[in-house]
Structures are given as C-alpha cells and as structure tokens.
T-cell receptor, first 112, second 112 residues
Framework: QKEVEQDPGPLSVPEGAIVSLNCTYSNSAFQYFMWYRQYSRKGPELLMYTYSSGNKEDGRFTAQVDKSSKYISLFIRDSQPSDSATYLC????????????FGQGTILTVHP | EAGVAQSPRYKIIEKRQSVAFWCNPISGHATLYWYQQILGQGPKLLIQFQNNGVVDDSQLPKDRFSAERLKGVDSTLKIQPAKLEDSAVYLC??????????FGPGTRLTVT
C-alpha cells in the first residue's frame, strides 16, 4: 500500500465549477499537509499548508484535513481556466527533518 | 527574491553516459532537496541536505547517483552511468524552515 494515494483523474470541469481533489494516507505519523500546483514543464508551487484537522481557506482555495479518517481535500471555488494544472498533495512526518511524500497528482482541466 | 535556479533545463544522453545537474537554492535556505519525478507520478525524494550534511539519502540509488553540497549553498546531482529508467524530471527544492519547500523549474532528462 502506498503511503499517500491520490485520485489521478484526469478531471475536466467547466469554468465556474467547484472542484474537489482528494488524497488518503496510511501513516498516522504524518502531521503536516500541503497542496502543490504544477503547471506543465514547471516545478511544483506551494498552494496551501496546514497541520491541523479542519478547514483552511485562502481565496478560492480551501484545504480540508480529517486526521481521524486520514483524508485530505482541496476545494477550488469558481474554477478558472488558469487553474488548469496538476495538483499534488504532499504529506510530511512530524520529525524535524521529515521528508515530503507526494501523491501521484491529479490533472485538472477547466474549460472556458 | 530570486527563486531556486537549476541548470540545464533539458538534457538528452545515451544510456551508460554520465550527466550532472546543478542547483542554486534560495539565499539563506539551509535545507536543500533533490527529487525525481517520473512522468505521471509525484516527486520522489532522492536526497536531503541540511547545510552541507546529508539528512536523508535512503532512496538514492547510490551505485549510480551521487550528490554533493559544498559550502552549504549550491548542489550538484550526478548520474553515472545512466539507465533508460532514469528518464525523468529532476527537481531541486529548498527550505528555510524544513516545512515549506520551494521548487526550481527542474531538469528534464531523456536517456536513449
């Protein structure tokens, strides 16, 4: 079993739709949760970062963490064509130098 | 603030040849990471440096891959000899806190 599982998609939605991206993880030692966005032929860009269960909002983006279910989500409201990218969840151990373990990424396309 | 710089951006080599990639992290970032991202997958950590010391190299194929970070600033990753399965994007990232990581644009390696 992979430590982090992410629905690979691809996901195709019309402009203005609400998008839900999800990951599950297996190791309860994971304590920090990130979402990265990666445009084609670019490096990943940090979108959201949280360490507690619950919701964290930043503009059109909401990150949700449920530690009891080992489930994390990223919601995008009012999706735009510029949101078209690969979204990667990344999870970190709680140790000082804990490495990031990434999901395989979900390819999102938002149609005008 | 300048981001993480990587060179070259693209490299094509034949199997059994050697190749080297260079990374210059964000100024002041003590932690430097090298990741391998195979097409359709999330990045996988190869090696993590804290200043010029190695923190984690558990997933580095040490029979062919080597990395160094002299003087705790820039870093090089070398592959010798390359195999077909080494075709991937090699991403460098840096962090000031060990939590939020900032990625460079990557080096796309094709081994023929």
């Amino acid at each position: 079993q992979k430590e982090v599982e992410q629905d690979p998609g691809p996901l195709s939605v019309p402009e203005g739709a609400i998008v839900s991206l999800n990951c599950t993880y297996s190791n309860s030692a994971f304590q920090y949760f990130m979402w990265y966005r990666q445009y084609s032929r670019k490096g990943p860009e940090l979108l959201m970062y949280t360490y507690s269960s619950g919701n964290k909002e930043d503009g059109r983006f909401t990150a949700q963490v449920d530690k009891s279910s080992k489930y994390i989500s990223l919601f995008i409201r009012d999706s735009q064509p510029s949101d078209s990218a690969t979204y990667l969840c990344a999870i970190r151990h709680g140790t000082s130098y804990g490495k990031l373990t990434f999901g395989q990424g979900t390819i999102l396309t938002v149609h005008p | 603030e300048a981001g993480v710089a990587q060179s070259p951006r693209y490299k094509i080599i034949e199997k059994r040849q050697s190749v080297a990639f260079w990374c210059n992290p964000i100024s002041g970032h003590a932690t430097l990471y090298w990741y391998q991202q195979i097409l359709g997958q999330g990045p996988k950590l190869l090696i993590q440096f804290q200043n010029n010391g190695v923190v984690d190299d558990s997933q580095l194929p040490k029979d062919r891959f080597s990395a160094e970070r002299l003087k705790g600033v820039d870093s090089t990753l070398k592959i010798q000899p390359a195999k077909l399965e080494d075709s991937a994007v090699y991403l460098c990232a840096s962090s000031a806190t060990g939590y939020e990581q900032y990625f460079g644009p990557g080096t796309r390696l094709t081994v023929t």
